[in-house]
């Protein structure tokens, strides 16, 4: 029997807001359940629904190569609320989509304020939800709750739900030497709203690049709280710092790869090392250091991060931090409709997933979402094909990748952004070129990806078709 009760839905990020909007647009009310400004986190800083609390980065948006913009266009067909919002109030960066947080976060809600079917609840839901709650999402993301994380470990017996993630600085542009640090995106590369010169980079020389290394092997860190001693980073968002002790060229062949750019001031020699800013806000008045997440102690931040060539008078609209990430062992614990196998009537969705990565995140939503508005219509959903990017990250989640990681043969769960190896290979991949041009290395990866990515929007509109959802085209 259909129930009549409202679906809940708890945490009011990425993933809530989209799990939200897509129940809404099913015809099921839903009340949104948001602990801020009641009660606060130390990493966010408005009561506004999908705040951004790290990057203001959805990543790359290009969907025929690239799996983040794959992901992007099938969210995007399955009328993302995250994906129109950040449509909507995007920024040039490149290739990448990236959003005005503050206007991104207060277009979400107002979009599920003014929902008829959307009731916005702001408190904190303390422990597990009522029992009478019978169809629920859990999205509290990387910021659950104590009371709530001790509630879940208790159901499902488990012994870890936490990981750290980290926030990078933003600088006032007014503040940036433009003599020395220049305008270009990797090469050259226009992206939504963007026009090939979206970045600031400041370039390192050798000598310059090896005394910024010791000065961050040598800056004071924060120190751990006692119950955070023992979490663990997640590879995909290392402090600086962290990434600096795993060896010194580490930086240069990550966030500081030189790769692709030019400096105007010396344009026959690359850069050692590259320290690239990208846009924050629609007035362009603040910018991020990407990739520069860290646990230096403020005033280290400073002194260190003003070695940085044309960063030498920089002012910080606000520097990095920490904060506690929390996730479950996903595979284990979920169905692969996102319901907890210990307690039916609970979904959850978002980074305590433990997808990684904002779009990742609230497809996760999209997909929670979905599912429990066919339970509550007594409707039958399929997941999306392991063809798409959607299923395959379905699939990572609920068990389709878990790894033996020792000789005992115990197995471990890591956070995932979605990537082109969670997709199954074609049937078959072009090898030659429109002129019959036998296509090699970097060209034929890029024709492998294409084959994928159209494979996937093919699947993804036949699985919409099965919902008798409109199919927006191509």
Not at 31 to 54: Q, W, Y
Not at 120 to 141: F, H, Q, S
Request: aromatic content about 6%.
């Amino acid at each position: 029997m259909t129930s009549k009760k409202p679906i809940h839905i708890v945490g009011g990020g990425l993933a809530g807001s989209e799990a939200a909007w897509q129940i809404a647009r099913k015809g099921v009310p839903v009340v949104l359940h948001e602990m801020r400004p009641v009660r606060t986190t130390d990493a966010h800083s408005t009561d506004g629904l999908a705040e951004l609390v790290c990057s203001n980065s959805f990543r790359s948006d290009d969907w025929q190569t690239n799996a983040v913009g794959l992901l992007h266009e099938e969210m995007r067909r399955c009328d993302s609320l995250i994906m129109a919002a950040g449509d909507q109030h995007k920024l040039p960066a490149g290739g990448a989509l990236a959003v005005d947080r503050d206007g991104f976060s207060q277009e979400v809600t107002k979009r599920l304020e003014d929902h008829p079917l959307v009731t916005i609840e702001r408190g904190e839901v303390a422990g597990l939800p009522p029992a009478d709650w019978d169809n629920v999402i859990i999205a509290t993301g990387p910021l659950t709750s104590p009371a709530l994380s001790e509630a879940i470990l208790k159901l499902t017996g488990e012994g870890e739900l936490a990981f750290f993630d980290a926030i990078a600085p933003i600088v006032h542009l007014d503040s940036i030497n433009l003599d020395i640090a220049w305008r270009q995106s990797r090469y050259d590369k226009p992206g939504p709203g963007g026009t090939g010169a979206d970045y600031l980079n400041c370039a390192f020389d050798k000598e310059g690049y090896e005394a910024f290394i010791d000065a961050l092997l040598e800056g004071e860190k924060t120190t751990f709280k006692e119950w955070e001693a023992n979490t663990p980073y997640f590879d995909g968002c290392l402090p600086i710092e962290v990434m600096a002790e795993r060896g010194r060229d580490t930086l240069r062949f990550g966030p500081m790869k030189p790769v692709g750019l030019t400096d105007p001031r010396n344009p026959d020699k690359r850069p050692y090392a590259v320290v690239q800013l990208r846009q924050d806000n629609a007035l362009g008045s603040l910018w991020n250091m990407v990739g520069f997440q860290t646990k230096l102690k403020y005033a280290e931040q400073t002194r260190i991060f003003r070695m940085i060539p044309g960063l030498e008078e920089a002012q910080f609209a606000r520097l990095g931090g920490l904060h506690r990430n929390t996730f479950l062992n996903s595979p284990k614990l979920l169905a692969t409709d996102l319901r907890l196998k210990a307690d039916p009537r609970l979904r959850f969705a978002g980074q305590i997933t433990g997808v990684e990565g904002y779009i990742e995140s609230a497809a996760a939503g999209l997909l929670a979402g979905r599912f429990a508005a066919a339970q509550y219509l007594d409707e039958d959903i399929a997941p999306p094909p392991a063809t798409t990017a959607l299923g395959a990250m379905l699939n990572h989640i609920t068990g389709g990748h878990i790894i033996a990681d020792n000789a005992s043969g115990s197995r471990s769960f890591q956070p995932m952004n979605i990537n082109y190896g969670l997709l199954p290979d074609p049937d078959e991949s072009p090898t030659h070129d429109s002129d019959g041009r036998r296509l090699k290395g970097k060209e034929r990866g890029k024709a492998k990806r294409r084959t994928v990515s159209n494979r996937a929007l093919k699947h993804l509109n036949q699985w919409i078709e099965s919902q008798g959802t409109h199919v927006i085209s191509e």
